[in-house]
């Protein structure tokens, strides 16, 4: 059977950098108290109007099509991972397609959030071994800054998260030995409102809009958001950090443990560890209890806060850059977050 391998890797951050202390102006926060908690110290925020996050991810995408030596044309699949879409339909793996000129393929969009790059990953791992497509380019990109409830109400949410974009193209190989090793997927739905954007959405009743807003009379029954939702921020994303913390602390681990038994290897076998950029606390204390060396993990949540869906193409794409990945390393990725989902993969590459 093939493998299949990353080919090519690139990603986009917008220029506009926000820094703790700009926060901090219209907040109650501090860069004290963000750095001490996250590791946080900037990130950074796409223009409105200007950029989206399909555009975000073009940009992505094009260096790491260039960099797999193909062109648009040759790409024949493409997965995009976000939980922050142009449109609410239908998803930003069309507008893909269509800004990069690669209309007539199949566009698939996943809504995985932190782990949706690791799903993406294995969804495209799949095609490629099968031997259905031979170019499977994979998004995640994330336009949250759009989203987030900055009065300080929403402070513990909107101090984490940052905009960006990273893509990789997934070729075949017939090296043995080589390219995705093994994929591996996980979910409890049981806490699905721990970390969640509700609204708009079913569950009410009607997906959007106010009777304020022009929605008409209601006719088929549901409810409808008041005022009083409006006033609570109920429109806002929402989460229980210390829920979230407390579990990904247990289940990073864990998933990367499975990846390295499935393939017969050890923490110390690793070259490279790039976890998802949820928090620089996490991602320390998951080093520990690997037993990894500082220069075997890579993060740079310090400069971006937390890209969801992009954080980790961001991350491996910059030690890919840095020469921190190199031909013949083993690398292992991993994710945790909103679902809950989370998901490992390990790589020859
Ligand atoms: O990709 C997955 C995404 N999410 C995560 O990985 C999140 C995981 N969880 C976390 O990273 C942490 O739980 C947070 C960084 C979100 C919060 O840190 P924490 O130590 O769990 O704080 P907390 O929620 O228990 O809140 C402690 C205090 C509260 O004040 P009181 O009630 O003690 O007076 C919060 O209101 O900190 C307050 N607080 C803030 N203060 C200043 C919450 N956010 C902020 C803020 N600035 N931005």
Not at 11 to 29: G, Q, R, S, W
Not at 302 to 322: D, F, H, M, R, V
């Amino acid at each position: 059977m093939l493998q299949s391998k990353i080919a090519g890797i690139g990603f986009y951050v917008p220029e506009k950098v926000v820094t703790n202390h700009d926060l901090a102006k219209i907040m109650d926060t501090s860069d004290e108290w963000i750095q001490e908690r996250t590791g946080i110290v900037e990130r950074r925020y796409a223009e409105k109007h200007k950029e989206t996050t399909s555009t975000m991810g073009a940009k992505a995408a094009e260096i790491a099509i260039e960099r797999a030596g193909i062109t648009p044309k040759e790409v024949d699949f493409i997965i995009f991972a976000t939980l922050s879409p142009d449109y609410y339909f239908p998803g930003s793996g069309v507008l893909l397609q269509r800004a990069l000129g690669m209309n007539g393929i199949g566009a698939l969009d996943i809504r995985n959030q932190c782990s949706g790059f690791i799903y993406g990953l294995s969804i495209a791992d799949q095609f490629v071994k099968t031997g259905m497509y031979k170019n499977v380019l994979l998004v995640g990109a994330e336009f949250h800054s759009c989203g987030l409830d900055f009065t300080t109400r929403g402070r513990n949410v909107s101090v984490i998260f940052g905009d960006g974009a990273g893509a990789v193209v997934i070729q075949p190989t017939a090296e043995k030995n080589k390219g995705i090793l093994s994929t591996h997927l996980h979910a409890d739905g049981e806490y699905a409102e721990k970390l969640a954007y509700i609204n708009p959405g079913s569950h009410g009743g009607v997906h959007l809009g106010t009777e304020k807003y022009g929605y008409p009379e209601q006719e088929f029954g549901g409810i409808f958001f008041t005022d009083k939702m409006y006033e609570d921020g109920d429109y806002y994303p929402n989460m229980e950090g210390q829920a979230v913390f407390k579990l990904a602390v247990t289940k990073f681990p864990e998933v990367i443990n499975e990846a390295l038994a499935q393939n017969g290897y050890k923490a110390s076998d690793l070259d490279m560890f790039v976890p998802h950029q949820a928090n620089l606390r996490i991602s320390q204390l998951v080093q520990r209890q690997l037993g990894l060396p500082d220069e075997k993990v890579w993060n740079n949540i310090q400069k971006y806060g937390n890209t969801t869906a992009a954080s980790i193409p961001i991350a491996l794409c910059e030690a890919w850059e840095a020469g921190k990945v190199k031909e013949g390393d083993l690398v292992c990725l991993a994710a945790f977050g909103s679902g809950f989902t989370w998901a490992s993969s390990l790589i020859r590459w």
